[in-house]
C-alpha cells in the first residue's frame, strides 16, 4: 500500500521518536507508540500538571494535538481559530466575534467565548505572540462528556524539543489562568 501525504520520512519517525521520549523524560512524563490496524504510528506523551496530565499525541498524518482535562466542572468555553473569508461574511450579519483589541490578533483569529474576560486574561502578550506565530487549527475550551477539555491543535515542528517546551509553557500558562479565574488553584 502507498502512502500519500506522511508528515515524515522513515529517518524522520526515528527521530520524532528519540525527541519525544528525551521531552518526555525531560518532563517527568511518559511517552508511548500506539500502532492502529492500518499499520500507522500514534505517539502521545503524557505529562503531570495540576492535578492531571497534559496529553501531546500526535500521528504520521494529523496535526499535533495538545490536551489536558480538568477535573472539576468549568462554566466557561471558548474556542479560537483562524478566521476565514466565511466568518468574514458571518460577523457582518451579526455572528458574534470577540474582538481583543489587536489588530493583527483580531484580524487573524475568530474568538467565540461565553467568557470574554477570562479569554483576555489568559491571551497575554506571550500567549498571543505564540499563536501568531503558529499555523493554528484550532484552540479551544470545551465540555465533552461532563468533563471540560483544553485542547490546541497545530501544525508545528514536532521534532524540535525547544519548539515542544515552548509550546508546553504556553499551555501551562493557560492553564494556571483558567484554574485560577475558576478558582481551582
Known amino acids: 500500500m502507498f502512502i500519500e501525504n506522511c508528515k515524515y520520512s522513515w529517518s524522520e519517525i526515528d527521530t520524532l521518536r528519540n525527541v519525544w521520549k528525551t521531552f518526555a523524560d525531560k518532563n517527568a512524563g511518559e511517552f508511548k507508540i500506539f500502532v492502529t490496524k492500518t499499520n ?3 505517539f502521545e506523551i503524557q505529562i503531570p500538571f495540576s492535578d492531571n496530565q497534559i496529553k501531546f499525541v500526535t500521528t504520521e498524518f494529523k496535526p499535533l494535538k495538545i490536551n489536558y482535562t480538568f477535573k472539576k466542572s468549568l462554566i466557561d468555553e471558548f474556542l479560537i ?3 476565514d473569508f466565511t ?3 458571518m460577523t457582518f450579519f451579526g455572528s458574534k466575534k470577540l474582538l481583543i483589541a489587536d489588530l493583527t ?3 487573524k483569529f475568530f474568538i467565540e467565548t461565553n467568557n470574554e474576560v477570562l479569554v ?3 491571551l497575554s502578550v506571550k500567549v498571543k505572540d505564540f499563536l501568531l506565530g503558529q499555523d493554528i487549527t ?3 475550551l470545551e465540555k465533552i462528556n461532563n468533563e471540560h477539555q483544553l485542547s490546541l491543535t497545530l501544525v508545528t515542528n514536532e521534532l524540535s524539543i525547544s519548539n515542544l517546551e515552548s509550546i ?3 499551555f501551562k500558562a493557560c492553564i494556571i489562568t483558567i484554574e485560577i479565574k475558576n478558582n481551582l488553584h
Do not use: G, T, V
Request: charged fraction near 50%.
Open 40 to 42: 500507522l504510528r500514534r
Open 81 to 83: 481559530y483562524n478566521e
Open 87 to 89: 466568518d468574514k461574511i
Open 105 to 107: 490578533f483580531d484580524k
Open 120 to 122: 483576555k486574561q489568559m
Open 138 to 140: 484550532n484552540f479551544k
Open 168 to 170: 508546553l509553557d504556553i
